[in-house]
């Protein structure tokens, strides 16, 4: 199977809470990252967690990693219209964290 | 600063025939790397350059596709042979190490190669 999964699209109401999920396949995973790519922009990174931590908080972001179950997320509180783009989550597998390895994106869309 | 530049944003060339990206990095960034993402998927890892040397080329598909690095800033993505199934946006990143260890990769806007 693939190495990072994630669902292909999700739709939320302007001001609820988006939750985006990913699994993936590889324990030796070190880094885990969450990336969003608008249309005719480069990939911007939001965040991201080292393996040994189970919650990020940056702002509107929370980030929760359940390194049992491989198991990542990505909850946007409070989304905007401006936060409609695609999702991707990755990972990296040493330290030095040559090549990231990506999933293939949740397009989010958010109705009024 | 400026961030990550790529040329050209969008290349169209005709099946068969040889192509050249260019990648200019984050200024001072020692790793570099570039990435082809195809219509609906997420962005696959290429080749990796630490200085000039490529330290991970393992994700080049095939001996058509080379890229250089000469003196350790600009890059070029070189594709020979052009296929139909290479068009796909071509994404370069660089790096530098933070204080944490961690790695993050700044990416340019991509080319997006249209092989007809």
Redesign the interface.
Known sequence: GED?EQSLFLSVREGDSSVINCTYTDSSST?LYWYKQEP??????LT?I?SNMDMKQDQRLTVLLNKKDKHLSLRIADTQTGDSAIY?C?E?RT???????????TRLSIRP | GAGVSQTPSNKVTEKGKYVELRCDPISGHTALYWYRQSLGQGPEFLIYFQGTGAADDSGLPNDRFFAVRPEGSVSTLKIQRTERGDSAVYLCASSSRSGDGHNEQFFGPGTRLTVL
């Open positions: 990072v880094y005719g922009a480069g990939l911007q990174l991201y080292f991707f990755a990296t330290p030095t964290a040559s090549k990231i390895i990506f999933g293939s994106g």
